[in-house]
Each structure stands twice: as structure tokens, then as C-alpha cells.
């Protein structure tokens, strides 16, 4: 296994295949797959931040500017004092101070979302796992444990466990502690909500939950692998299909 500390840049350009392709390919296809475009968004861009400051602070530090309350943005007067603080900016990403202070508050009053983001920060493996070229770069890991940090708009267990089977974490989970030899059952999620009341919640998976993401991890490599020594690129698949080739649902 190869250990590196590089950019996520860098990470992002290996061919080798990550946990974010393995979702992809189990939710969608190869297909799909390989023909995806990236789209960004706010709620993307505000989660990388916050990564940035719970993870990475010197990095949120040279990225992002805290805005101040300016009132009615759309009004004359905001909008004069939300382009003076564009300009004190510079390049720099504008994001909500009260978003941003109450987040970090939340933060740092839980004390076992703190614990887990103690550890080896950001570090890429590149490794073969069952024939294949991957590649993982967990959040946050020690010996013992992984950690990932979620935002999302509603962070209650109820929630957060539908998050879990619709974004494929279990996934994640099951791939990064099998490439990386922890216990899966030691891996943690940390949501953090982006609505008020703003609060963090630590969430691991159970047993059941581990299997059913190592079968689907399981399953989207043999159709990469298949792609990989084949060069034919899977579409959509069910359980079952009918005579004249439509998939049962």
C-alpha cells in the first residue's frame, strides 16, 4: 500500500477507483459512471468549508470569509455592505458567520465529535483490493477507528439513516475499514446539520448495516472490474428481467 500526503487534487486524478465511484456505480452504472459531470452547489460548497474548519482550519483560514449579519441583502443598503465585504475578501468564498459560529460552537461542545477528529487528517492509500486499483483517503483515522464528517439539513437518526442507504455510506463505511483493516463497526459518522439548531450528532452502523454495504461495494467492483478487463461499460441492472429484455423492478 501506498501512503501519501498529497493534494486533493492530486488524489482526485488517479484512475485507480474510490469509494465515491463504487456509489456511483451502485446507485447508478458503469455507464453512468464514466459519462458523469460534476456539478457544485452551495450545499457542496458549504460542506467542504466546514470540513475545512472542523479538519483543516489553516486552510478554511486562506479560503473563506465570515460575512456578518447585513440585513436584506436585496435592499440597497445590503447589497453596498455585502459588496464592501466582497472587497475586503478578495478571492476569498464568502459563507454565513452565524452559520459558521454556531457550527463550530456545537462543535466544540461535543466531546465525542472532537475525539474522532483527532487522528491522521486527509491521508491518501492507493493499494489493489481484490484485483483492482483503489484508492481511499479517509477524513480523520487513528489505529482503531475512521471517521467521516456529513452535512445535511436534518441530522436525526430517523434521518440520517434513510441519508445512509440513498448516499450509499454504508458503502463507504464497509470499503474504507476492509482496504484499511479496521473494524467496521469502529467507523463513525459526524453529521452536522446546516439548519438551525445547527447541532452534531455521532452515528456508527450495526452489523447488518456493514453487510449490506460490503455486498453492494462488492457488487460495483466486479462490474468496474469487468469494465477494466473488458471494456464493456455496464448500464442500469435489477434482480430480474423480462422475456423481451425490460428490468423488473
Known sequence: MIIKRDTNAEYHSSKAISASGLKYIWKESVANYLTRKFKGSAATELGTAIHELILEPELFEQKYYLLPDIGDGRT????????????????????????????????????????YCVGEVEVSHYTKFDGV????????????WISDIKTCQDNSPKAFRKDVYFWGYHL???????VLGIDPLNFRFIAIRTKYPFNIAVYGLNQDQIEQGRMGYKLALGDWKTYLDTNIALGYKTNETAEDGALIL
Do not use: T
Open 76 to 115: 440597497k443598503e445590503g447589497k453596498a455592505l455585502k459588496a464592501e465585504h466582497q472587497k475586503k475578501a478578495g478571492n476569498k468564498i464568502l459563507l454565513d458567520k452565524h452559520i459558521i459560529d454556531a457550527i463550530y460552537e456545537n462543535y466544540r461542545e461535543n466531546e465525542l465529535a472532537q475525539k
Open 172 to 178: 463507504q463505511a464497509a470499503f474504507y475499514s476492509d
Open 133 to 144: 486499483d483503489v484508492r481511499v483517503r479517509p477524513d480523520c483515522k487513528s489505529q482503531n
